[in-house]
């Protein structure tokens, strides 16, 4: 093997490793940063709590993309003292009842003027409906959807 | 939490580091080959380069510590490979494709660290998207040939004098800031979904519609400007972004049902798409003609083995197009397919960074960019390997980031830049544009 020769095979062998060692330090890096993200998850699971959004506002100053953090039992209605309020027209005083009951969701009209319905399907009013994650609730003219990524509903 | 202003990069630069050698190694060789010796001035222009992204790692280091490590390293690793590439197999282009690569250097710095935030994309996306449109329409009318193509080749180009540059490529960046400006207005709605027949949910129609429409008519004049990758290309990207944001699988049923109907139209209306699919089935039977590129593209990838027959060495340049749409397969011949594979891999961490930018992006616009760009990438990428291999119908689009081409370098550049400002968590404040 000629001195020529020899200097060819070095530059052809480092483009490869060097290729390669390219993709190791990266799927390297990739590891530390999976690592790092399970150690970080405990931390962050408490962001993840159930939450309506606002998807119409109907005629209350809620904009679309509105995000409530709602506990285990929640008021809706038009009065003041409700847990989640919607000034609309359409919306009663004491309006509905959404709460959390054997692992799931619940939603009971508390007999509305204007009603509830789940996914546009009307519920009646004191019989209490599942509400799964993802589901659409409209109150009147509002419509909400329910989201809790810890459920995978 | 005030913002670290300046921070060491140990990753980026150690990536940059590996980078250089890579990159100095593949200019050593097609000198050592041709000269049985190495000067200085063969590695003058890879040093250049080089040095241009070492500049913008210190800016970064300086300005953007928090930015992601692995953009500046692989475009300083492809920039590298593709100036040596195109000096060997397009002797002729070399001085401009090192000026298009520093170009492309200054583009990213600009784009990453420059004064303009995404939002002001975000604020124009209907502006850019008119504009964008009226550039293709343009070209159109006045549109020509590459420098020294045959007659009747698809006429891409417009410019004036010497200068030049193809539209289709800017419209690329062009439709996924305004789709995601668009989508971004609009998620929750686009995801709803519209009437109902029966336990079918309709798609939402008046929401789908402006977007059909910006698709169809870039689509259009693309396909009658016969630019058929961009084409496919385009249709990509908007519909990777769609079901990105909605997670419809209907929107996205209905939309290949639709390219399926377009494509067998085509095929029975187009020459070229006929043609295409023709010489895609069976290569050989028109090796000296219309399947000629493909066969002599076959072959160099064959030749090249495990291993590869060494930069410098092989004989890519039979290949017709071989330093723009078939410089895959010159690295499959000098790289072998060690080589090959290495590089798509390469390919592989760049969609995997795009993606973690766009997952960690503050805002939903930005979000939506960064998958936008990641996606737009990855499938030109795709859609030309894919050619290149036979694997798919070949479609004369550029490979980022490698192939030589001014227009196609620059705005990925810009799309790396863009990912780089998108990486910065300091550098948006949250809130603000509704």
């Known amino acids: ?153 | 939490m005030t913002p670290r202003v300046r921070g060491w990069r140990p990753l980026e630069g150690a990536l940059l580091a590996v980078a250089a050698i890579v990159a100095l190694a593949a200019a050593a060789a097609p000198a050592l080959v041709r000269d049985g010796r190495v000067v200085p001035s063969d590695l003058g222009a890879a040093a250049a380069v080089l040095a241009a992204y070492a500049a913008l790692h210190v800016a970064m280091c300086w300005r953007a510590p928090d930015a992601d490590p692995f953009i500046v390293p692989l475009l300083a690793l492809f920039g590298g490979l593709s100036l040596t590439l195109v000096r060997r197999l397009a002797p002729d282009f070399a001085t401009a494709e090192l000026r298009w690569q520093l170009l492309a250097v200054g583009a990213v710095a600009v784009v990453a660290l420059g004064p303009v935030e995404t939002r002001t994309l975000q604020r124009y996306r209907y502006s850019l998207a008119s504009a964008g449109i009226a550039l293709v329409g343009v070209t159109l009318l006045f549109g020509r040939s590459a420098e020294g193509a045959v007659a009747g080749a698809p006429r891409l180009w417009l410019g004036v004098g010497s200068l030049g540059f193809q539209p289709s490529e800017v419209m690329k960046l062009v439709l996924i800031v305004f789709l995601a400006g668009y989508i971004d207005d609009r998620r929750e709605l686009l995801s709803e979904g519209g009437p109902r027949i029966g336990r079918w949910r309709l798609p939402p129609v008046p929401y789908l519609a402006p977007l059909a429409v910006m698709l169809g008519l870039s689509l259009l004049m693309l396909v009658v400007q016969r630019d058929l990758g961009a084409a496919l290309l385009l249709f990509a990207i908007t519909l990777g972004m769609l079901y990105l944001a909605t997670l419809r699988a209907d929107v996205v049923a209905v939309a290949l049902a639709a390219f399926a109907g377009g494509a067998i139209y085509l095929h029975g209306h187009a020459e070229i798409v006929a043609t295409r699919a023709a010489i895609w089935l069976d290569p050989w039977s028109a090796s000296q003609d219309a399947g000629y590129q493909l066969v002599q593209g076959l072959v160099a990838i064959a030749s090249g083995g495990v291993v590869g027959t060494g930069i410098g060495r092989g004989q890519p340049g039979i290949v017709p197009a071989v330093h723009t749409d078939y410089i895959f397969a010159a690295v499959a011949e000098e790289l072998g397919v060690a080589g090959a594979a290495a590089v798509l891999a390469v390919y592989g961490v760049l969609a995997w960074r795009g993606f973690r930018i766009a997952l960690g992006a503050r805002r939903s616009f930005d979000a939506l960019l960064a998958a936008g760009l990641t996606i737009g990438l990855a499938f030109q990428e795709a859609i030309i390997i894919g050619g290149n291999l036979r694997l798919m119908p070949l479609t004369g689009i550029t490979l980022p980031f490698l192939s030589y081409g001014g227009s196609s370098l620059l705005i990925c550049a810009v799309c790396a830049g863009l990912l780089l400002r998108i990486s910065r968590p300091s550098s948006v404040p949250d809130g603000g544009l509704a």
Do not use: K
């Open chain 1, 1 to 153: 093997m000629t001195p020529i020769e020899a200097e060819l095979l070095f530059a052809r062998a480092l483009v490869l490793i060097g290729l390669y060692a390219f993709i190791g330090l990266a799927g390297y890096a990739a590891w530390r940063e999976l690592r790092q993200a399970r150690r970080a998850a405990p931390a962050a699971r408490g962001a993840h709590a159930a939450r309506l959004i606002v998807l119409e506002g109907g005629a209350s100053d809620r904009m679309p993309g509105t995000q409530f953090g709602i506990g285990p039992i929640v008021r809706i209605g038009r009065d003041i003292d409700n847990d989640v309020v919607l000034a609309d027209p359409t919306i009663s005083g004491r309006h509905a009842l959404l709460a959390r009951r054997d692992g799931g969701w619940w939603i009971e009209d508390l007999g509305s003027r204007n009603g509830v319905e789940v996914n546009r399907t009307r519920l009646s009013a004191g019989m209490p409906f599942v509400v799964r994650s993802g589901d659409t609730v409209g109150l009147g003219a509002v419509r909400l959807r329910l989201v809790c990524p810890d459920e995978t509903a």
